[in-house]
């Protein structure tokens, strides 16, 4: 199973701490994706990076992949109570739509 | 455009009864995805269709469990006897498909309770 697997399960934070998780998957791939959920809702999209990538940011969101490490790490900078959710990694493999999620981080920011 | 629209949000049943969830991905979408979350298994991939052709359902877990897409707008999961173990969230996505990035647009998900 290429499953990610995401570190730490719950992090609690104060709001304006930065927050970093991280997600370790086990086959090559093609890009690595990062999807928030915020509770009973739906995921929604963050971020993508591909496996040629190292780094990539968008906003307060910084991603970094090491794929001979098999591993990813996201950073919210500057975190709000607003970020209170849970997040996922999700890996494909070349050729294939077929996304493998983890089981998430859940992140709690107290206000 | 209004996202991936499910229904209904939350369904509760009886242990035996036929259970139908309903999706509609964004328009011009090829791919649409059915996924099951629990606490216990986390997201889960059912099956997957391109250009309404299933392609991919050994995620499905037993035969009790059916999907259909007659057309590129409308999508069916069925359950059918239900049995309490069925209970989760029952999310459908959907994505524009090969050649461009394989992000996946979420519907809000319904939450079944098999009693």
């Known amino acids: 199973s290429q499953q990610g697997e995401e570190d730490p399960q719950a992090l609690s934070i104060q709001e304006g701490e930065n927050a970093t998780m991280n997600c370790s998957y086990k086959t090559s791939i093609n890009n690595l994706q990062w999807y928030r959920q915020n509770s009973g809702r739906g995921l929604v999209h963050l971020i993508l990076i591909r496996s040629n990538e190292r780094e990539k940011h968008s906003g307060r969101l910084r991603v970094t992949l090491d794929t001979s490490k098999k591993s990813s790490s996201l950073l919210i900078t500057a975190s709000r109570a607003a970020d209170t959710a849970s997040y996922f990694c999700?890996?494909?493999?070349?050729?294939?739509?077929?996304?493998?999620f983890g089981k998430g981080t859940k992140l709690t920011v107290n206000p | 455009d209004a996202g991936v629209i499910q229904s209904p949000r939350h369904e509760v049943t009886e242990m035996g009864q036929e259970v139908t969830l309903r999706c509609k991905p964004i328009s011009g979408h090829d791919y649409l995805f059915w996924y099951r979350q629990t606490m216990m298994r986390g997201l889960e991939l059912l099956i997957y269709?391109?250009?309404?052709?299933?392609?991919?359902d050994s995620g499905m877990p037993e035969d009790r469990f059916s999907a259909k897409m007659p057309n590129a707008s409308f999508s069916t999961l069925k359950i059918q006897p239900s049995e309490p173990r069925d209970s989760a969230v029952y999310f459908c996505a959907s994505n524009r498909g090969t050649g461009f990035p394989n992000e996946q647009f979420f519907g809000p998900g319904t939450r079944l309770t098999v009693l």
């Open positions: 269709f391109n250009n309404n052709v299933p392609i991919d």
């Open positions: 999700a890996t494909d493999k070349g050729g294939s739509e077929k996304l493998v």
